[in-house]
């Protein structure tokens, strides 16, 4: 299966649309290479604006921009922009109501031997805690492009968080099953549902795939949009299922998974079991080996279903 960084979708479809849209501008903090957004400053210098290292700035200049009637996209790994700069996106950005969509790359654990400070395992909860502040965790590069194209039409504040690494195709080109803030049925079955966002969806359906050949049958579900969360989705799959597990590459708290139980124990309480990373400091490794290590893969999502079933 293909294989493609949805970092560089992002800047594949803002290049394109400001071919026609002068009023585009991207703005980075010294994270040009690493969001693959070095085309887009080559290409359209005039609609450019590189801030250095100083995350607060690049995203006051996007809200004044904004401002000023331009549709601003600042770039910057997650993990210090949705801390560092967290009180400016939350008065700059959501409070003041500006067309600024803020891209957090290199989300997760995105960046491995790095280590806790450059991880972003908090930003979710953080995000999404704020008013007006959208939240979205697209799973592959085919839904990437499809999110940032419905973005370009809207002029309200949201947060995007990617990872570092291409990852492989979850759906296929020319059958893109996408709805704007409507998550994404995958599979549907009675016995586990799985619910997933980010890079989280793939493990989740290899998941399904090995439950299947055990006689369990697996609904999952990409959560794609963690706000506005879509909450009749969950109720459906939570009515049919015995088990619900949620798959993140977050903390425990304050993610998709309290989200979810917060739905599913308004409406339709079921057990929930929440997977994600540990309440502690993570350990050094890639992605995968930071993946495995704590079971958020295929065989250890399969495991938790059937030691809960």
């Known amino acids: 299966m293909a294989k493609t960084a949805n970092k560089q979708v992002i800047c594949d479809v803002l290049l394109e649309a400001a071919k026609q849209d002068k009023d585009i501008v991207a703005l980075c903090s010294d994270s040009r290479g690493s969001a693959s957004f070095t085309s887009f400053a ?5 609609q450019f604006v590189e801030v250095g290292i100083a995350e607060q ?10 401002r ?31 067309n600024v969509k803020l891209i957090g790359i290199s989300g997760g654990v995105s960046y491995g031997a790095l280590g806790m400070s450059h991880h972003s395992a908090q930003d979710i909860a953080a995000m ?8 979205y965790l697209p799973s592959d ?43 994404t049925v995958i599979t549907e079955g009675n016995d ?9 969806v793939k493990p989740a359906i290899d998941a ?12 999952v579900i ?21 088990l619900i597990i949620t798959v993140e590459e977050h903390s425990p708290f304050g993610g998709l998974g309290s989200m979810v139980s917060q739905v599913a124990g308004n409406h339709c309480p079921k057990k929930i079991i929440t997977m994600a990373l540990p309440d502690a400091p993570v350990i050094s490794g890639t992605s995968k080996e930071v993946f495995d290590y704590y079971g958020l893969n295929g065989n250890g999502i399969a495991k938790k279903a059937l030691e809960n079933l």
């Open 42 to 46: 080559d290409t359209y210098p005039e």
């Open 141 to 183: 590069q085919l839904q990437t492009r499809k999110l940032m194209q419905e973005l370009l039409k809207d002029n309200k504040p949201a947060y995007i968080r990617v990872g570092r690494n291409a990852v492989e195709d979850i759906y296929q080109e020319g059958n893109i099953p996408f709805e704007m803030d409507k998550a």
């Open 128 to 135: 999404a805690s704020v008013p007006n502040m959208r939240v």
């Open 208 to 219: 399904a795939a090995i439950l299947k050949e055990k006689g369990v049958s697996t609904t």
């Open 57 to 66: 700035n690049l995203v006051s200049i996007a809200a004044g921009l904004a």
């Open 192 to 200: 586990v549902a799985i619910i997933a966002c980010g890079e989280m």
């Open 222 to 242: 990409d959560m794609y949009c963690i706000k506005p969360l879509d909450e009749e989705t969950i109720i459906k799959a939570a009515s049919n299922a015995k």
């Open 68 to 98: 000023c009637g331009k549709k601003t996209y600042a770039v910057s790994p997650a993990s210090f922009l949705s801390t560092r700069s967290y009180e400016q996106c939350k008065v700059d950005v959501a409070y003041s109501d500006t």
